[in-house]
């Protein structure tokens, strides 16, 4: 028998099609769960060229400076906004606060990322 | 006036004894006001006596014909097709997703029963605890409790939408769940609390409200599930300081 639930269905919880804007919400905080822990396990792992001396960190922020690697930051940076604010949302909303409005909240908040995201680029790339 | 006639294409999910699924068109002539369910009716009907699919009452009360239609969970006896697709359009019709198929149409629900009986949810309840939009009738022998049937039809539409319960089969589901709330509202039974409160209950929901966004008749389980949390973390909290029953 298929259609049963499964752990290999996992890929139904990136698939949006036909779904709400609460479905976006979850699969946003999904992924830039994701790419937040991918990038903690990251960021320790170059700091931990500390310990190797001076050199190695240097040409460790030499290599951060170069666009590519901004824009990944930025990436972060938007991870965090998106997951942080709609994880306020989620936590409120998780004991029956504003869940009568979730779908304004997350819009509003959503705004304001892009908001601090945009206002990040413009200060990171020094386009201000 | 003479009636509108639509011509649609309806491509139905076959899929019997094990075989893989494919997909069957049918073509047919229909009044777009009437319903998914009456356009499923004339294909078995008409084109093929081996269609399998459930309904009972055509009247959203007894939950048979729950199914995805054009990619979104409908309750096909009150889904108009002028709803759902256009003239020379073509309704796309699935079984529902996340209870393994029986036959074409057909699923087996027996798990989703057994959760929605473990949640002990009465399938009358008194007038006075209904959410109507409207003042609650005074009733006509106020000797006489006047009851009513509770919302929920067991229709497993939630089930179906839930992005948790799409990998998880021991995930109670959003029914169930809204089930032991409106119970635990009623009733004020601490043992629903503890029978909500695990990893496969309460907190395995992840917040995406398709639930509340499907459900025919006017459950709003996400915001039960939620409500139900409250009420357990606060029960937790109380339990701490020694109290065993809820706030009243
Ligand atoms: C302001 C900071 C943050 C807030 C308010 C927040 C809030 C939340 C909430 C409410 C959830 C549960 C979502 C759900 O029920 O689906 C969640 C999930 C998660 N968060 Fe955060 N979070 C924050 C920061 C972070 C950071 C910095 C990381 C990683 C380094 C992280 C990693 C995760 C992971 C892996 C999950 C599980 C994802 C899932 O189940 O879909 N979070 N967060």
Known sequence: MMNQPSPRK??????????????????????????????????????????????????????????????????????????????????????????????????????????????????????? | MKPTTWTITLSISRQSGGAPRHFQEFTLEVNPDEYVLDAVERVWAFHDRSLNYRHACHHSTCGACGMVVNGVEKLTCITPIREVTRDRGTLRIEPLRNFPVQSDLVVDMSAFYQNMEASKLNSVSPVEKADLPIDHPTPAAPAVDAERLVDCIECGLCVSVCPAAATSDSYVGPAALAGAHQQFQATGEISLLDWADHQDGLWRCHSAYECTAVCPSNVNPAWRIMNLRRHVVSQRIRSLFGAKEPRP
């Open chain 1, 10 to 128: 996992f890929w139904r919880w990136f698939d949006p099609r036909y779904r709400q804007i609460g479905t976006w919400a979850f699969i946003l905080n999904r992924i830039t769960a994701i790419g937040l822990t991918v990038y903690l396990v990251l960021h320790l792992y170059m700091l931990s060229k500390l310990v190797q001396g001076p050199e190695a960190y240097d040409a460790f922020i030499a290599l951060a400076k170069t666009p590519v690697i901004l824009f990944g930051e930025l990436l972060v940076i938007a991870a965090g906004l998106i997951h942080g604010l709609n994880g306020i949302r989620v936590g409120f909303n998780s004991f029956g606060f504003g869940l009568q409005r979730q779908r304004e909240t997350f819009i509003v908040l959503m705004i304001i990322a892009l908001a601090g995201t945009v206002y990040f680029a413009v200060h990171m790339f020094g386009w201000a």
